[in-house]
């Protein structure tokens, strides 16, 4: 992975220099409806691929961050599996796209599923929409898994990490557009966020692993 310092993330480049040409054609041939309709798509994408630069904060070693920016719309207790907790992400449109190492670790497994990109509220949401899950492990052996889910976007989810990468707390991964990202956790974690709760990718703080 690269770091990009610039304020667009390089996934948006394309999608403006695109809505650029559009908006020159459009100038030139006098077409003043489709011209402002370019010029609203090329403000609209400077905006989703926005790259802010991030505080990194100095939690504990033990602290798993926010991978995504978004609104935490479920925490469920899991029972008879290799995970007790689940929190679910809500992002939207709104959210900045990148994806962040939530601690610093190895990548022991990604996967990239590529499906549909149906709305959250269709019962095969979970089934069809393309996806990606990553599983994380820190040098104590703590293990958390992450799943990336599309809901209506106009963009693949872009997984950069490679399995048995060595990972910094709050680097960047990949970049989503209106996504759904939900985070399984081990027994031995304590959280400390709520339903509700407004994420920041790199500088909210999800919990931390008590042994």
């Known amino acids: ?18 809505a650029f ?21 090329i403000l609209f994408f400077i905006y989703v691929f926005r790259n802010p630069e991030r505080e990194i904060i100095n939690f504990q070693q033990a602290s798993v961050i926010s991978p995504v920016d978004g609104v935490v719309s479920a925490i469920e207790e899991l029972k008879d599996t290799e995970y007790s907790y689940r929190v679910e992400i ?48 820190d040098n104590n052996k703590n293990i958390i898994k992450v799943n990336h889910r599309l809901k209506q976007s106009f ?3 872009k997984i ?14 990949g970049f989503m557009v209106n996504g759904i990202t939900t985070l399984y956790l081990p027994k031995n974690f304590r ?10 990718a790199a500088e909210s703080l999800v919990g931390y692993f008590t042994k």
């Open 90 to 137: 809500d992002s939207s449109y709104f959210s900045v796209g990148l994806l962040r190492v939530p601690l610093t670790s190895s990548l022991i497994d990604v996967k990239v599923y590529n499906g549909s990109r149906l709305s959250k509220s269709s019962t095969s949401f979970n089934d069809l929409n393309e996806n990606a899950t990553l599983i994380f492990s």
């Open 160 to 173: 950069e990490a490679i399995k048995s990468q060595n990972l910094h707390q709050g680097a960047r991964y």
């Open 21 to 41: 040409v559009a908006f020159v054609v459009f100038s030139f041939f006098d077409l003043d409806f489709l011209e402002f309709f370019a010029f609203l798509s």
């Open 191 to 200: 959280l400390n966020l709520s339903v509700g709760s407004e994420l920041c």
């Open 155 to 157: 963009k693949s989810i």
């Open 1 to 18: 992975m690269k770091n990009n310092l610039l304020p667009i993330a390089k996934e948006g480049w394309n999608y403006i220099a695109g």
